[in-house]
């Protein structure tokens, strides 16, 4: 759930949390790498935002997370497996630094609901996610 809605830039980075609402983190924008990403202490590609939020579109209902580290599997029909899937538009990783790729389903879900793109559940496990 974002604590504070601001331009999403390194300046005014998004103040996020987790969906289970454990943690706190910042995003933005870092449209001056190449290519562009979205930056937390992690790095996606930045199209995964409108990427996501499409994909959601097009499944129509809730989604879950899956979150996982990159060393870790993933459940099928989860976020977190969309955002490494070689049938996805980048066709494979969001993630940008190898070894640091994974997480998609816990870093970016708080971007899009920011966005007032998703909305996003917040239970202490097993969240969802679904396109507004």
Not at 65 to 82: F, H, I, M, N, Y
Request: proline letters at 8%; hydrophobic letters at 35%.
């Amino acid at each position: 759930m974002a604590t504070k809605a601001t331009a999403g830039t390194r300046e005014h980075p998004w103040l996020l949390k987790t969906p289970s609402g454990t943690s706190e983190f910042q995003a933005f924008r870092d449209e001056a790498l190449d290519p562009p990403a979205l930056s937390t202490e992690l790095r996606y590609h930045l199209r995964c935002i409108n990427d996501l939020h499409q994909m959601l579109k097009s499944h129509g209902d809730w989604m879950p997370l899956g979150s996982a580290d990159e060393q870790k599997p993933t459940a099928d029909g989860t976020v977190e497996a969309w955002g490494r899937s070689p049938k996805n538009p980048v066709g494979g990783w969001y993630g940008l630094k190898k070894g640091l790729r994974g997480r998609f389903g816990m870093y970016v879900p708080p971007v899009l609901e920011a966005l007032h793109l998703a909305e996003v559940e917040h239970n202490p496990k097993n969240n969802r996610m679904r396109a507004l």
